[in-house]
């Protein structure tokens, strides 16, 4: 690989060459054999004023060019240094389009290297990295980055990047080599030579690398699977809590920063005292507490006296890492004994290495995509331990095709394939039932209880954290769903015997075989009838909702219009004619799976068709639909609460069903309180002016055999926090919502000044987030302060968190998924609106049907539903404020009904005690300004 690389890197004035933006600097540095050999760096003047924006990014003006030469007396000098040699850049369409317009432009031809494009190049030979920008990857390879957005500086980190890239692929094997070669045509790097030159040289190499075990042409990385020896403990938990915490000073030897929390302690004895009762616990552990560590030191010791797992849920997959990666590895050095740490998660996060084989051998060309996943695929299974997909970051449509290639892909596991031994999922399994501690996901704990605990391995203890979410996911995993795409995608995958889907491949690779028949054309036939019945429900179902719109109760708020339906209020003739629709689509899928059947019955005990080991899983696809869809609409429950959802200004056949019980408490006590000894339930944001009751209701837990606890946080909010309320906002309850939204934009505007943006606003509703983000974009100074709005700025929450950090004066409107899990520490956030208090609109499905429920019981649904809810929500944005003992900030109110309502000291009341203050918006801005 000892050839010459020329890594350029631009500032431009803009970024379109043909707006017209120009070049304003050139970076250029030569690699030869492996050595960065020259570089070169000029400022262009592009005959145009730098805008401002661009400026502030990369610390160049209009004086730095005034006197330097314009592209066309550099162009040839430029061009030479490129003579022989790769095009390297780090996105090379924007630095080869520039500089291609520019020698077009004065009168030089324009290059025609090959090119290599080191953010592709990271991708895949880096998939494990947490971002791709040229920062973050300097960062993650510890390459040190000085003037970033200069273009010799960024030209430099580029070829360092090159070099660590080139030796990267160096290091794979030769299988992982010589599938890249085949995908190399449909990326945009020329990798060709490159690639052909490693395989011959490993061509020469034929010892077997102990770092890979390879099957069937994959490489993969060796694993050993060894259980450490049996842990012996010989101190009660006590004299355990006193080694760690107090006499020996083992946590302050281990931990630099290490801040003794009494509430830590606490938390830890609350766990083992639940454990050794045999009881349940709700245990409420506000910011700071510690509570991941709290409650590891006793599980461990659980497991460890008792040989017996114990269990650890959470809701994110990020603190699932964090428990794993940074939180068990702490506890090892704490304790005197080993113990072993596992994590299990869905067989949709493992990849299946049968599938991946399979779609590789077809050696069928993609979309760029796909041939990119593929390759990032390729090189993670030579690196990763435990083939779980969340390890990397997929393209957006590269996710599509995993999950045809994830374990949940496959059909029933079968002990006896080659593949079984070398599956991520079987071997994930394997390490939980070895492991003392188990760690998982409420999805999946919340399936294992749905399917008589067949999925995780035997436990009597676990621990819930983030337990404020159990209810809804386990309402979810009691309901059910169903939407077009999803049904529409089984059948499509299917396929007729004349396609390029699964079936046909089938027929194809069988038809050898005089053992096998199948009535083709009467497939085709019933396939094509219940595809076209699929739609026209659909369809059907979406005129339905728009029609109930103009006359019954809709709720529309989410980007989708919800409707809610139950049998004895549906319009009859109407909803007779939906009926029909589904039993008609119904039998046909039941046709169909007849079919599949006999066809499995007449392939069994013939030659190995890899393909037919599909049919059990195609065959359950179909009939998942048949359930779906007849609990849907053929079946009556008072129990469950069941709605539409449709996408106004979608496809006409972008329908969402959905179906939750309207009470999840007694199916919780049931199945998982009454069946298991001790669960400890722990969350920030449990209880209600210091009572859980609330939370042990909804939840099914009996106060009879119920420990609970408040740690209070160690911080000390009063000092750290302002809470304000103005006097003088109009009343949105008397249809002043526009005069509301500009009282909460000018006050946004106000604080933005005090705080230099750093300002969190959560928002209800999404239809209240648009209209302030299009108010504040034309008043507020958007070359000072960075607006950016969840569901109209692009990205992901993760991104949007991401991009909020980025920019030192940033505004970020969240709603939803904001009001929680957004952690933003130090002096990034020093400012938090809530706009309103977060009420779930009454006419929303599910909050409709829960409090009809409760009415029925005699129950009030405000005090006994909305406001308990309305209160989580409220501690919960709280909480994105402080998160570290040395933050400071204001939380702005805009709802008086937090002062003015009789329920608004349950608000006050349920969060850290802090000064108030209700005043009229001057007066608010004017303190905050002194506070700050």
């Known amino acids: 690989m000892n050839e010459k690389y020329v890594v350029i890197d631009l500032e431009t004035t803009g970024h379109s060459p043909v707006n017209p933006d120009k070049i304003i600097e050139v970076g250029i540095v030569v690699i030869e054999n492996g050595t960065i050999t020259d570089d070169f760096s000029t400022f262009l003047n592009p005959n145009m004023p730098i805008p401002a924006f661009i400026s502030n990014l990369t610390g160049i003006c209009d004086k730095h060019v005034e006197n330097a030469p314009v592209f066309a007396e550099k162009a040839a000098e430029i061009t030479d240094l490129f003579a022989g040699g790769y095009l ?95 995908l190399e045509k449909d990326l945009d790097s020329d990798l060709y030579h490159l690639l052909d030159q490693q395989r011959q040289r490993l061509a020469y190499l034929s010892d077997k690398r102990a770092d890979s075990d390879v099957y069937r042409g994959l490489a993969i990385k060796s694993m050993a699977n060894a259980k450490s020896d049996l842990p012996q403990v010989d101190t009660f938990f006590g004299e355990y809590l006193d080694a760690i915490y107090e006499t020996q000073g083992t946590m302050e030897q281990q931990m630099t920063h290490y801040e003794k929390r009494t509430g830590q302690r606490t938390m830890s004895e609350t766990v083992y005292d639940a454990f050794q009762t045999k009881q349940h616990a709700l245990i409420e552990a506000e910011t700071g507490t510690g509570k991941s560590l709290a409650y590891l030191l006793p599980a461990v010791y659980e497991a ?125 399994r394997k390490r939980a039932q070895q492991a003392d501690i188990v760690i998982t996901n409420h999805a999946l704990l919340c399936t294992d209880i749905f399917n008589d605990f067949q999925l995780l391995p035997s436990y009597d203890k676990a621990i819930i954290d983030e337990a404020h979410h159990l209810e809804e996911t386990a309402s979810k995993h009691y309901g059910l769903r169903l939407h077009y795409v999803y049904a529409q995608n089984i059948l499509s995958q299917i396929g007729e015997t004349k396609s390029e889907n699964w079936l046909a491949k089938l027929l194809q690779r069988a038809s050898g075989s005089e053992t096998v028949y199948f009535p083709e054309e009467k497939w085709n036939a019933i396939h094509s009838k219940a595809r076209y019945e699929l739609d026209d429900l659909f369809r059907m179902l979406f005129q339905y909702v728009i029609d109930q719109k103009k006359t019954r109760k809709t709720f529309s708020d989410i980007g989708r219009t919800q409707y809610r339906f139950y049998e004895e209020k549906e319009d009859d003739a109407s909803w007779s004619v939906i009926k029909e629709m589904v039993t008609r689509l119904t039998s046909y899928l039941r046709d169909l799976i007849q079919m599949l059947s006999q066809l499995k019955e007449k392939l069994e005990g013939s030659a190995d068709h890899s393909d037919a080991n599909d049919l059990p899983k195609h065959m359950d696809s179909l ?52 069946q298991k000894d001790s669960i400890v339930l722990t969350s920030a944001t449990l209880s209600i002016r210091n009572s859980f009751s609330y939370s042990q209701k909804r939840l099914g837990l009996s106060p009879e055999n119920l420990l609970t606890a408040k740690i209070p946080s160690p911080f000390p909010y ?75 700025s692009s990205g992901s929450r993760t991104r949007l968190k991401k991009n909020f950090q980025s920019f030192n004066q940033s505004i970020l409107l969240g709603t939803s998924s904001f009001w929680e899990g957004v952690d933003v520490p130090g002096q990034d956030l020093s400012c938090l609106v809530i706009v309103r208090l977060p009420f779930e609109p009454p006419n929303h ?48 109110v805009c709802d008086a009904r937090i002062i003015k309502a009789k329920y608004g000291t349950f608000f006050t009341d349920s969060i850290p005690s802090v000064p108030q203050t209700y005043d009229s918006t001057r007066e608010l801005i004017k303190k905050a300004a002194e506070w700050f």
Not at 118 to 146: C, M, N, S, W
Not at 642 to 666: Q, R
């Open 718 to 792: 009063q000092e750290q926090v302002q809470l304000m309320v103005p006097n003088d906002f109009p009343d949105i309850r008397y249809g002043n919502q526009e005069a509301f939204i500009q009282a909460t934009c000018e006050a946004i505007i106000s604080l933005a000044h005090i705080t230099d943006g750093r300002m969190l606003v959560l928002f209800t509703s999404y239809d209240m987030l648009r209209k302030a983000y299009a108010l504040l974009s034309e008043t507020i100074d958007t070359d000072t302060y960075m607006l950016i709005a969840q569901g109209i």
């Open 623 to 674: 009939q998942s639909i048949i359930d779906r869809a007849e609990q849907l609409f053929l079946t009556s429950d008072d129990q469950m609460v069941k709605w539409m959802e449709i996408e106004a200004h979608g496809a006409k056949n972008a329908v969402y069903l959905y179906s939750e019980p309207t009470n999840i408490s007694a199916l919780l006590e049931n199945d998982l309180f009454n």
């Open 88 to 182: 390297v850049a780090h996105n090379v369409p924007f630095d080869f389009g520039f500089l291609n317009e520019e020698l077009t432009a004065s009168g030089f031809p324009a290059l025609h290297n090959a090119v290599l494009d080191t953010v592709e190049l990271a991708r895949f030979l880096y998939p494990q990295a947490p971002g791709f920008k040229l920062g973050q990857l300097a960062d993650y390879l510890q390459i040190h980055h000085d003037e970033p957005h200069r273009a010799i500086t960024d030209a430099r980190m580029t070829a360092h990047i090159l070099l660590a890239l080139l030796q990267k692929l160096r290091s794979l094997p030769y299988e992982t080599i010589d599938h890249l070669l085949w």
């Open 845 to 892: 499905p599910v909050y409709e049907a829960k409090s009809n429920s409760l009415q029925k019981e005699g129950k009030n649904p405000f005090f006994d539903m909305a406001l308990p809810n309305a209160v989580i929500r409220f501690k919960q944005g709280f909480g994105r404020l402080i998160r570290s003992a040395s933050d400071r900030g204001i939380v702005f």
């Open 304 to 428: 460890v006296t008792t040989q017996k797992k114990v269990v650890i849920s959470t809701y994110t997959t990020q603190l699932q890492t964090q428990l794993l990666e940074e939180e068990i590895p702490f506890i090892r050095r704490l304790v005197p004994f080993s113990f072993d740490a596992a994590l299990l998660k869905g067989k949709q996060h493992y990849i299946s290495l049968e599938k991946f084989e399979r779609v590789l051998a077809s050696r069928e060309s993609d979309n760029y995509d796909i041939t990119l996943t593929k390759a990032m695929i390729l090189v993670w299974l030579t690196e990763t331990e435990t083939g779980d997909i969340d390890e990397i970051q997929l393209p957006s449509s590269g996710y599509v095709f995993y999950r045809q290639i994830s374990t949940d892909a496959e059909g029933p596991p079968d002990p006896s394939s080659v593949w079984f031994s070398r599956s991520f999922y079987q071997r994930a």
